[in-house]
């Protein structure tokens, strides 16, 4: 058995950026306390044709890898026969995945929770193997994607123009080493909001779930539906039913007609537009609602609100009532001739907007899309129940928030034993 290195207190403070580690623990590389095992893209590497729906063995994406562990919701399969070709890139239950190009950095857990059996990496990722009795796997796990660690992978990975981790630099981690009973008791404290998360998560992705049923019963060509199957919307079984009997009715047209072109311009902000503060508002393509602000008065968006704002390249929409700036190439804003419930109309396109192509303009698809128009009075109705959806999402989305905010501080308090947990 290999014997542990650990290393003087000085080199694994520069690793670690001056963070203070507990000078009692040990430290130690990754490579010393498991095995990494790489993926080798040779001629049994699965080509796209041989890849399945469902199948025997699971073939992991970057998709399934998130930085909050294993996530199935698009998945793609491989046959047992091809399964049986290839040996050493399968995984075992507690093995650790860690992807190593494009999205880097992120990791999960292969526990006896997951319901699939057979799993393999792809090119991108590599296995991490405990072997070492000097670490708990649960405490290895959870320093994987720990800001120490972390700001390791990220200054390792982004110094070339391909952000990437080589199994060197994946060997070469540096993992502080409390006593075994402390990493068991650091462990599970994490844990234990890790499943505060979870639960959170599993609560968000229902009323998603319900959001997506109400829009494909709406928009689509559905056209039964049962009360049970409305969660939490059982309450606006008669407002559904009066919606669906009001289809026959509703027209179509393409957004191109509907647009008032008048507003449809693209603008750009310079550099020294941007505020971490001030009176006016930046909008970009991120999740957040405001982004920068600024005190150019001039480039202030203020007329004829609500709109749509859309972003070519990247096929983002958003919807903004308040007097607002925007930045990038391209940034387009919509609004309308005919009176339209323009927030019915973000939440159509959000729906049907085109494919996403990879540095497309989209503009040129998006104005081809026909929107279905119902009466006023049901487009607000529809609007109203698709808007509680929302409040609810995002009522669930500040509390995993906030779960997500003490975790990142009990982190850096306990994995650097700034807080302990032995007496």
Known sequence: MRRIKFYKETNFQDLFSNVKISKDWNKSSVWLLSDVIDWDRGKNYPKQKEFYSKEYCLFLSAKNVTNNGFL??????????????????????????????????????????????????????????????????????????????????????????????????????????????????IAYILESIDKSLQIVDQQIHKVEKIKKGFMDLVFGEKKDYKLDDLGSLWKYGEVWKEILESKKGWNKEKLSFLLDNKWLKPWKLNSSDYLESWYYPIID???????????????????????????????????????????????????????????????????????????RRHFALLKNVFVIIPSW???????????????????????????????????????????????
């Not at 990975?157 to 075994?180: H, S």
């Open 285 to 359: 393509q991120s999740k957040k609602k405001i982004c920068w602000y600024s005190n150019n008065k001039d480039l202030l968006y203020w007329w004829k609100l609500p709109v749509i704002v859309y972003w070519d390249h990247t096929n983002i929409v958003k919807y903004i009532k308040i007097p607002f700036m925007s930045w990038a190439d391209w940034t387009r804003i919509l609004s309308f001739k005919s009176k339209l419930n323009v927030k019915y109309v973000y939440y159509f396109l959000q729906k049907f907007k085109p494919k996403s192509e990879w540095y």
């Open 72 to 185: 199935f919701k698009e998945m793609q399969f491989i046959k047992k026969e091809k399964d049986q070709k290839m040996w050493k890139w399968k995984l075992i239950r507690s093995d650790i995945v860690l992807t190593t190009r494009w999205t880097v950095g992120n990791v999960s857990l292969y526990t006896n929770d997951i319901s699939y059996d057979n799993l393999r990496i792809n090119s991108w990722m590599v296995i991490i193997r405990k072997y070492s009795s000097d670490i708990d796997l649960n405490f290895l796990y959870k320093n994987l994607w720990e800001y120490i660690v972390q700001n390791q992978i990220f200054r390792l990975a982004y110094g070339t123009a391909q952000p990437q981790l080589t199994v060197p630099i994946v060997k070469n981690i540096k993992i502080p080493l409390p006593p075994v009973p402390e990493q068991k008791n």
């Open 377 to 423: 009075k049901i487009q607000q109705k529809i609007v109203d129940i698709l808007q509680s959806l929302d409040t609810a999402i995002e009522n669930k989305q500040k509390k995993k928030d906030y779960l997500e905010k003490i975790k990142r501080k009990m982190m850096e308090l306990l994995l650097t034993g700034k807080v302990r947990t032995l007496k």
